[in-house]
């Protein structure tokens, strides 16, 4: 039995069922629409919320294995999709899928063009994930990914099927693991080693360990970190990437994992709870060395300064996963 296990769920509130609100909320239902499809009483809400937020944040703090923390992200995956619907053409026409991506990434207002489209940020994951999957099993999806990915285009109008009705979860089978979410099904590895799809956004939540080679670290000046509320821009900027002189040099030696933005956001939080990197994030993560995060941060850097608005979505990310797992001591 794992620790949470013997801590059990605050108020009577699951781990499963603290996703499924979050969730909720994030496809604009309100609170009270999601306890009642839930019945927790809003007292309930209250304690779970805070509690599983604490537990949350003290398990990035500590160096451990991070399974509570996969067990969330699980959990709120499968209660996204719950809430999946169709958003023709993008969620069958690769070129329309990609053309959208690009309209969000260099929109000014990203939030206001998806509302205006009668979307929101759950339906983008969802679409990246499921064009994931599809071009991890077919070249020629792959292909048609990668080619529509040299010349976007202004993307037909979406067309978003109505919000589907706010349901509970179905319940976990007696297969399931610990902490009631149900187990993902194993990566498998990619034939022939396909050209990675070019847009950040485009890569699964989190990527699978990457075998990077090792480069010594030891004349690598680790940057100084940024305190944890200090989200600007600027701080993020000036903080990441001191004393870089020379290693651009290296670069080249360094495997760079492929990580989403909200994927490199979350690595960013857990490097400031934890303090710097371990060996759990660094196989969750495909971060081999210090050298292989220096190098990701750096061209992460790049990418920010090339696109102002990528820039500031990862701000806002950084913001809110800080409050989510950050704000507890």
């Known amino acids: 039995m794992s620790r949470h296990e013997e801590l059990g769920d605050p108020a009577g509130v699951s781990l499963r069922t603290y996703a499924a609100i979050r969730a909720a909320l994030a496809e604009g239902f309100t609170l009270d629409e999601a306890l009642r499809v839930e019945a927790i009483s809003r007292a309930a809400w209250d304690l779970a919320s805070v ?55 260099k929109s000014r207002a990203p939030e206001a063009l998806l509302a205006k489209w009668g979307m929101r940020r759950p339906d983008i994951r969802r679409l990246e994930r499921a064009w994931a999957e599809r071009a991890a099993i077919d070249p020629a999806t792959r292909e048609a990914l990668a080619a529509a990915e040299v010349a976007p285009r202004r993307p037909p109008t979406p067309n978003a099927a109505p919000r589907p009705a ?27 080693s396909p050209r ?15 075998a990077a080679p090792l480069i010594d670290d030891s004349t690598n000046v680790l940057p100084p970190r940024v305190a944890p509320h200090d989200t600007t821009m600027a701080a993020v ?37 934890k303090g710097g990197l371990d060996a759990s994030m660094a196989h969750r993560y ?44």
């Open 51 to 105: 509690a599983w937020g604490e537990r949350l944040a003290r398990e990035l703090r500590a160096a451990e294995a991070g399974e509570l923390a996969m067990s969330f992200q699980a959990a709120l995956r499968e209660a996204e999709e719950a809430h999946a619907r169709p958003i023709r053409p993008a969620d069958r026409d690769p070129r329309a899928f990609v053309d959208l991506i690009h309209a969000v990434k």
């Open 166 to 192: 706010l349901r509970r979860l179905p319940p976990v089978t007696s297969s399931a693991r610990s902490l009631d979410v149900a187990p993902e099904p194993p990566l498998q590895a990619a034939a022939a």
């Open 237 to 273: 900027d000036g903080a990441m990437h001191a004393s870089e002189d020379g290693f651009r040099a290296a670069l080249t030696a360094v495997a760079i994992p492929e990580l989403s933005l909200e994927a490199y956001a979350m690595f960013q939080v857990e490097l400031r709870m």
């Open 196 to 210: 990675p799809i070019a847009s950040p956004v485009l890569a699964p939540d989190v990527t699978a360990p990457t």
């Open 286 to 329: 495909g971060v081999a060395s210090v050298a292989v995060q220096r190098a990701l941060e750096l061209r992460y850097r790049d990418v920010f300064a090339a696109h102002p608005d990528m820039a500031e979505r990862f701000a806002s990310k950084l913001r809110e996963l800080m409050a989510t797992f950050g704000s507890s001591s």
